[in-house]
């Protein structure tokens, strides 16, 4: 059974073409990831929802943003993407209840820049 | 601060034959280590967790791995290797303290099996 599920699989957009990834769980989990991983490369955090407390990594471009409206969903918008946004996008949950929890990844998103 | 350090960026073994992706931590800590498995255009599928009860630890598809603290290892073993093995693999520390926010991946290690 899928827990955390990310539409689409892939996406193609333009250069400066706001794009919006999507991502929802059946876990029923507190907190909500969002990671870029690029080729070869361990994934990098972007922000992370506990409940609807968002947190952004310092580093986390201003182009990024993220949207949390209910327990179930999570949205990663791109407002104007570059070449160097494209990557895989995996969105990632953890119960939030105890400091040694798992975090349940999706299959990704990998986003494509023309 | 916590670290992962994956000793080897790539390692090769043939199919039949023991795997050992190593792996070493620092953190100020007890820490809780994890072992992620990723193929191709996939997400990280969880193969175990040391959260301080048994120091060895069994996951799943016949991967284990053992928590050396004297050592600063969590080092993750398979006694045969099959070709549905062959992916990337990611050890991952995290504080206690933390609900996930401090997630510190390793570089990855990609497991190739030959036949």
């Known amino acids: 059974d899928a827990m955390v599920i990310q539409n689409p699989r892939y996406q193609v957009t333009q250069f400066g073409k706001p794009v919006t990834l999507s991502c929802s769980q059946t876990l029923n989990h507190n907190v909500m990831y969002w990671y870029q991983q690029k080729s070869s490369q361990a994934p990098k955090l972007l922000f992370h929802y506990y409940d609807k407390d968002f947190n952004n990594e310092a580093d986390t471009p201003d182009n990024f943003q993220s949207r949390r409206p209910n327990t179930s969903f999570c949205f990663l918008d791109i407002r104007s993407p570059g070449l160097g946004d494209a990557a895989m996008y995996l969105c990632a949950t953890s119960s939030g209840q105890g400091s040694n929890q798992p975090q349940h990844f999706g299959d990704g998103t990998r986003l494509s820049i023309l | 601060a916590q670290s992962v350090t994956q000793l080897d960026s790539h390692v090769s073994v043939s199919e039949g034959t023991p795997v050992l992706l190593r792996c070493n931590y620092s953190?100020?800590?007890?820490?809780?280590l994890f072992w992620y498995v990723q193929h191709p255009n996939k997400g990280l599928q969880l193969l175990l967790k040391y959260t301080s009860a048994a120091t060895l630890v069994k996951g799943i598809n016949g991967f284990e791995a053992e928590f050396k603290k004297s050592e600063t290892s969590f080092h993750l073993t398979k006694p045969s290797a099959h070709m549905s093995d062959a992916a990337e693999y990611f050890c991952v520390v995290i504080s206690a303290g933390g609900y996930g926010q401090n997630f510190v991946f390793g570089p990855g290690t990609r497991l190739s099996v030959l036949p």
């Open positions: 953190s100020s800590y007890s820490p809780s």
